[in-house]
């Protein structure tokens, strides 16, 4: 902007023009000094500071840890800007013959051209029994003295080229210049002749040519093109402004098709082609690029498959007549910047501005690339047709003009209206003009800071986690660790939403939505607040659509227990993400003598559209998406692809959400990179990307790293209403479905000390050997089934290594604990209280059950180094052992402890007997429980 105005100043031919642009360059200079060197000098100085402080620290841990390869701090490229593709153009004609190179003989066996060193030059030739000698024209060397090197081989070769001429040769021996023609291709492409005899070697096939005339040979293209924007930015004298709808009136976008943008405008666009033209003109070298990028594809495919048309294809394209080239410099027209070599910023001493010049290039330095093309036309968003004249210029500075007699366009360029092509005319698709880049990135879950991340956010951008249960269509609530909330549903009839905090947790037994979730993720409580208050249809509605979406997402790194997903489905994740378009710098601005104050045609008010998912693309992970509203997030429509309903939960349209060119002209800088950015709440499953489509930018995407989730998604446990239930005399009796890696156990509610508390009850059997007996007296319990992952193990093993105990004797164990997930989890130092009281680390708690007598359980003796164990008794548990550690343990996966337990005296029982453990409080798994099964041997 700054060299732009100084510029246009040393342009300007009326004082006031001059005035105007004097004082707002000494505005901007003004502003540099007082505010914003300052600012970069401090931003560098904390940057400096910062780095120290983490290579300091990286220095520390290395040193500390021996890590190798040693981490070391780098720097990573931010996301790139992207600038629309010149328009480029490919022209064949039975004129471009191609230059002597593009012949496909003499070259040797191995196909390299055949060289030659200087004592191998032909000396002489004989024809018709004539025998003529290089010597004999050597008063046609080149003149001297001369400055050449090897000039004496230069000599030679121009005799050399006197016996290859087929003219002088016939002059000399009689015979016809034509056939000469014929003798001596076939001696040059290695074919049996008897014209010709020579001394020497002959040249390679690739050096010889019949000089006809002049060649045409186009080298370079000079250009003019007349562009037709949809909406020009000045009728006349009057400076005209982008509507804010300009694009959502205009054009459609395609996600099915990446992208694709097709026009649906009211005007006409042959109206438009006429009456709003506008010239550009350039010029550009023409290249074989595009020809010899193809024809090495062809000849890659052709290595390995035989196809007669691909091959004469791939021949074609070798004579050199297909040349393309782009049309440089029409990107930058288009926003009034003239791509050309640039002076230095200098004017004489004797200037009147030469100081403020010299301020002016102080600042500028050396990154002025581009200057103003003030009479030119301002069209920052890319959008319209085109029409084209050419005029081709050969090797020898020939010019011609190219008359195309049929034009064929990428089918992203084809002109429609009303389902009828617009003949000889490119269409445009819009475009930001100026590099731009469409920003998708997490937000942290707290939700105030925009989370720049390049492979893995610094923090998490999970609120929260849902998972659909298949039995009852409620919904499982999870923290940001996967520690189990509660469970929302419907009453029988629908008309009614109900909530159940998580069973087994005495912590938020009884609790209301809002209470369990108060000290939670702030959106994710809001989120959870908000569903259970609205409308039991809109509830119905949103479980559908999110239990639906799992149809259209399949990501290739995902597998599913069958049995699992007939009971639950896969978890959601509730993420927070931001969507903005940002210009590269600041947006273009107009560069014309009527808008010296910046001004970019409300190119920043401009509402472009984005698409979020993409149900064509199985790995698409976007399950549906909440929309920011005036004070946090409007949870009155949710929107997914998989809606099926009118309730709130509603399919996207193609406008849904919209984004503005970013920063505006006002902005601080640098830029909250916030301020225009678009807040989503997006319901994702975690093991699949999410797609943003937007059709002016590249398709972008964002993934939450797998150690971000695997960890949570492996701990989560499931709980089921089951009631009511008979249960018998000797306990629970149910057909439960085996799920390897899993654990069922049965909670309910009871009172003890008329206090309301949760029974775990872990001994749940199926057996149809004793149907009657066995469940006499009957008692009807409810309660929930509780399904969770085996993570934690524990297994009871005799000294001889086998699950087995002999009765009415004392018995020695040894209980193993075992980490069996593929990551650590942390016992931390917890109080030795009773089962159910809140506690503030993790505790294990030994129910020994049938194997040993009530009254005998006190007489137990648990030991392990670094761990404390206390006998408890209430009248839930009857006698029960606690243990937690004396300092935090950290099991690595695999990782185990054992338990020595002695003076376990043995009850008489006879079959098998369960001993379970309840575990509670362990960093990185949920609450849960774990049965090792002993048989008793006599």
């Given amino acids: 902007m700054l060299f732009g105005n100084w510029y246009r100043l040393m342009k300007a031919d009326d004082d006031t023009t001059k005035n105007e642009l004097d004082a707002i360059i000494r505005t901007q200079l003004g502003f540099y000094e007082d505010t914003l060197q300052p600012k970069l000098t401090s931003l560098k100085t904390d940057l400096d500071a910062q780095r120290k402080l983490v290579n300091d620290q990286l220095a520390a841990l290395n040193q500390e840890r021996r890590i190798k390869p040693q981490l070391e701090l780098k720097e990573t490229p931010a996301a790139r800007y992207w600038q629309p593709n010149e328009p480029v153009l490919l022209l064949t004609a039975p004129e471009f013959t191609g230059a002597a190179r593009f012949g496909i003989t003499g070259v040797d066996a191995e196909g390299y051209l055949i060289c030659r060193i200087d004592d191998q030059l032909l000396s002489s030739i004989v024809v018709n029994n004539i025998t003529i000698n290089g010597s004999q024209f050597n008063a046609i060397n080149l003149p001297g003295p001369n400055k050449l090197p090897q000039s004496a081989l230069f000599d030679r070769l121009l005799e050399e080229s006197c016996l290859l001429n087929t003219n002088i040769v016939s002059s000399l021996t009689s015979i016809a210049a034509n056939v000469l023609q014929q003798s001596l291709q076939a001696a040059l492409d290695g074919l049996d002749q008897s014209t010709y005899a020579f001394t020497g070697l002959l040249p390679a096939a690739k050096a ?280 929302m549903f419907l009453d029988g009839d629908h008309t009614t939403t109900l909530w159940q905090s998580a069973p087994g947790d005495n912590k938020t037994i009884n609790q209301s939505v809002a209470a369990v979730f108060e000290y939670q993720n702030p959106i994710f409580a809001a989120f959870a607040e908000s569903l259970m208050a609205a409308t039991p249809q809109f509830f119905l509605d949103f479980w559908t659509a999110i239990d639906s979406m799992h149809n259209f997402v399949n990501p290739s790194n995902y597998a599913q227990n069958n049995d699992l997903a007939v009971l639950i489905g896969r978890p959601v994740a509730v993420t927070q993400a931001m969507l903005r378009l940002e210009a590269s710098g600041s947006p273009a601005l107009n560069q014309s003598w009527d808008t010296l104050e910046p001004a970019d045609n409300n190119l920043t008010g401009v509402q472009f559209p984005v698409i979020l998912g993409d149900l064509d693309k199985i790995d698409d992970g976007l399950i549906g998406y909440f929309k920011q509203g005036q004070d946090g997030y409007d949870f009155s429509s949710f929107y997914s692809e998989a809606a099926t309903g009118t309730n709130g939960v509603v399919k996207p349209t193609a406008n849904n959400l919209m984004v503005n060119v970013s920063p505006k002209i006002d902005a601080p800088d640098p830029a909250n990179l916030m301020q225009d950015a678009v807040k989503v709440l997006m319901l994702v499953d975690p093991r699949a990307a999410i797609y943003a489509t937007s059709g002016i930018q590249p398709v972008m995407t964002i993934q939450i790293p797998p150690d971000e989730y695997t960890d949570v998604v492996s701990t989560l446990e499931m709980t089921f209403l089951t009631t009511p239930v008979l249960q018998g005399v000797t306990g629970f009796n149910l057909p439960l479905p085996a799920e390897e890696g899993y654990q069922w156990s049965w909670i309910e509610e009871t009172l003890v000390a008329n206090k309301p508390v949760w029974a775990t009850v872990p001994d749940i059997n199926f057996t149809t050997s004793q149907a009657i007996a066995a469940y006499t007296p009957q008692a009807i319990r409810e309660g929930w089934l509780r399904l969770n992952p085996q993570l934690l193990s524990f297994t009871m093993l005799n000294p001889l290594g086998q699950p087995a105990a002999v009765p009415d004797q004392d018995n020695d164990f040894t209980l193993t604990m075992k980490n069996r997930k593929p990551a650590e989890m942390t016992v931390k130092p917890g109080d030795l209280l009773p089962e159910g009281d809140p506690n503030t680390g993790g505790v294990f708690y030994i129910h020994f059950g049938k194997l040993i007598d009530d009254d005998k359980v006190p007489d137990v003796s648990i030991t392990a180094a670094g761990w404390k164990f206390q006998c408890m008794n209430n009248l839930q548990y009857g006698n029960y052992w606690a243990c937690t550690p004396e300092s935090a343990v950290t099991l690595a996966p695999g990782a185990e402890v054992a338990f020595s337990i002695t003076k376990a005296f043995v009850a008489p029982n006879s079959g098998q007997v369960q001993v379970y453990v309840d575990y509670m409080d362990i960093t990185g798994v949920n609450n849960g429980t774990d049965a090792s099964l002993l048989s008793i041997i006599q």
């Fill in 208 to 487: 010889v040519r019949w000089w006809n005339g002049n060649p045409w040979n186009p080298i370079m293209v000079i250009w003019e093109s007349d562009f037709s924007p949809l909406q020009p930015t000045r009728q006349g004298e009057t400076i005209q402004h982008y509507s804010s709808n300009f694009f959502t009136n205009n054009y459609a976008v395609d996600q099915n098709a990446g992208g694709f943008i097709t026009y649906k405008g009211p005007a006409d666009p042959t109206q438009i082609i006429a009456h709003n033209k506008e010239n550009y003109s350039g010029s550009a070298i023409l290249t074989l690029s595009a020809a010899d990028s193809f024809a090495k594809q062809l000849a890659e495919y052709l290595e390995d498959h035989t196809d007669p048309t691909l091959q004469t294809i791939l021949d074609d394209l070798g004579t050199g007549q297909y040349v393309s080239f782009s049309i440089n410099g029409f990107g930058n027209s288009l926003i009034m910047q003239d791509q050309d070599l640039q002076l230095n910023i200098k004017v004489p001493e004797s200037n009147p501005y030469y100081f403020l010049t010299e301020g002016v290039s102080d600042v500028v330095g050396d990154s002025y690339s581009v200057s103003p093309e003030t009479n030119g036309h301002f069209n920052p968003i890319r959008a319209g047709y085109l029409n084209m004249k050419l005029t081709a210029v050969d090797v020898y500075g020939n010019k011609r003009e190219i008359k195309i007699s049929e034009q064929c366009y990428a089918s992203s360029m084809i002109s429609w209206y009303k389902d009828k092509q617009i003949p000889e005319t490119a269409f445009l698709p819009p475009r930001i003009a100026q590099p731009s880049r469409l920003l998708f990135r997490w937000i942290s879950a707290d939700g105030t800071e925009a989370q720049e991340m390049t492979t893995h956010p610094a923090t998490t951008p999970i609120c929260g986690w849902i998972m659909p249960n298949h039995l009852d269509a409620s919904l499982f609530f999870y923290d940001q660790q996967g520690h189990a909330l509660g469970t």
